[in-house]
């Protein structure tokens, strides 16, 4: 069984928003809905012009469903509604979600939206491609193959082969809201750039290595 995962080397994001409106032509989301699957946040000297500014003012973080390994949003649904499926990834059984927004309400990484593109409305976030590229024996998702600075790896964290294992072999990392418990399957490389790493990595953040993480987060 696969056990999927997706790396950001956020440093090198550029804000072009490329992984946004291919995630969003690949799953028939209409250009210019926010928080809808991926989104980019901003942080950092907001308030100056992006052209002229450098790099350590204001950084880029690729937000999204996290695929946490114990899922809140599992948790939290009275329908069942939510499972993980053959490949680590957490689905939805659509015609089960009666929107109770349960699982909104549990995401701490503000992932879900409601999905009202058909007639049935069910609660929608990433799922790594699973229902359209993964489906079709492809292994990259639009956002990966699309990003220009070539920031996100995506692959099986359970093949030591894969890309994105050889990359978290190389450098640490950290997730996002770790206290929350859900361990994430979504890992924010350290930046290379020391003083860029200080400036953007907040005060507490705990830094891992994969051999300490791997057995959290990989199938037994």
Not at 33 to 61: A, C, P, Q, Y
Not at 124 to 153: H, M, N, S, V, W
Request: hydrophobic share 35%.
């Amino acid at each position: 069984m696969a056990n999927y995962g997706m790396a950001f080397d956020y440093e090198l994001c550029i804000d072009c928003h490329a992984c946004e409106v291919a995630c969003k032509e690949e799953n028939g989301i209409a250009l210019g809905m926010d928080h809808r699957r991926l989104w980019i946040e901003k942080e950092g000297n907001t308030k100056n012009d992006f052209w002229n500014i450098d790099k350590n003012s204001v950084f880029f973080m690729q937000m999204q469903c996290q695929n946490c390994v114990k899922p809140l949003c599992l948790e939290a649904c009275p329908r069942k509604a939510i499972y993980i499926d053959e490949n680590g990834i957490v689905r939805i059984h659509e015609e089960k979600c009666d929107l109770f927004l349960y699982c909104m309400e549990a995401c701490p990484y503000d992932a879900r939206y409601i999905n009202d593109k058909y007639k049935h409305h069910f609660t929608d976030k990433c799922i790594f491609c699973a229902d359209t590229r993964l489906a079709r024996g492809e292994t990259t998702t639009a956002c990966q193959i699309t990003c220009p600075a070539k920031l996100r790896y995506f692959g099986d964290l359970n093949d030591e082969k894969s890309e994105i294992v050889q990359m978290l072999e190389k450098r640490d990392f950290f997730v996002l809201k770790e206290n929350a418990g859900t361990i994430p399957k979504l890992f924010y490389l350290v930046p290379k750039d020391k003083d860029f790493a200080n400036k953007t990595i907040k005060m507490g953040t705990k830094i891992h290595t994969w051999k300490e993480m791997k057995t959290k987060v990989c199938s037994s």
